[in-house]
């Protein structure tokens, strides 16, 4: 079975530019969640979309970062302007339902210079 | 008050040892709770869930304690490979999935 693809794997940027990340989710996941990790802290949820709707997006810097799963699928996450304190990693994850167990992607692992 | 809330570590034990981890949660309708390990610049991975009578596999065994709203992993007869980040995982108030910050195991040779 195939798991969580994120790409890229790696991405540097500078501040105040734009990078968009993407996930493919398990085949019939309905649950996906980003998260940032930032080295040495736990991963931080930044958004959760059941199918198409956010469930919960309480943590997201609505300012600068975005996301969107339009057809329930796919999602991608958008963080523009960037700044330096966005470096982190950022992980999709996803669950056939909303409290069994989620999946990993390996990351993108961000570095803002 | 943070969802997840875990022992700050790091641990450093020698092979053979047991060594407990603690962590407490905040939502007391919580229903789902999961220890995941994450290796040294990989992604999380499920080690285990956590049942309400506890459970346990092979080395490892997992405890919940309701009332006190706390869960708790043991491991026995470390062995150099158990070496990772162990994070605490419980479901939140919209059923979304919280992360402990990660207790930090090193088994020593």
Not at chain 1, 30 to 48: C, E, H, R
Not at chain 2, 80 to 89: E, G, I, K, W
Not at chain 2, 98 to 109: D, S
């Amino acid at each position: 079975e195939a798991g969580v693809a994120q790409s890229p794997r790696y991405k540097i940027i500078e501040k105040r530019q734009s990078v968009a990340f993407w996930c493919n989710p398990i085949s019939g996941h309905a649950t996906l969640y980003w998260y940032q990790q930032i080295l040495g802290q736990g991963p931080k949820l930044l958004i959760q979309f059941q199918n198409n709707g956010v469930v919960d997006d309480s943590q997201l810097p609505k300012d600068r970062f975005s996301a969107e799963r339009l057809k329930g699928v796919d999602s991608t996450l958008k963080i523009q302007p960037a700044k330096l304190e966005d470096s982190a990693v950022y992980l999709c994850a996803s669950s056939f339902l909303q409290t069994t167990e989620a999946f990993f992607g390996q990351g993108t692992r961000l570095t803002v210079v | 008050r943070k969802e997840v809330e875990q022992d700050p570590g790091p641990f450093n034990v020698p092979e053979g040892a047991t060594v407990a981890f603690n962590c407490t949660y905040s939502n007391s309708a919580s229903q789902s709770f999961f220890w995941y390990r994450q290796d040294c610049r990989k992604e999380p991975k499920l080690l285990m869930s956590v049942y309400s009578s506890g459970n346990e596999d092979g080395r490892f065994t997992a405890q919940l304690n309701r009332a006190s709203q706390y869960i708790s992993l043991l491991i026995r007869d470390s062995k150099l490979s158990d070496s990772a980040t162990y994070l605490c995982v419980v479901n939140g108030r919209a059923n979304n999935l919280f992360f402990g910050t990660g207790t930090r195991l090193t088994v020593i040779p």
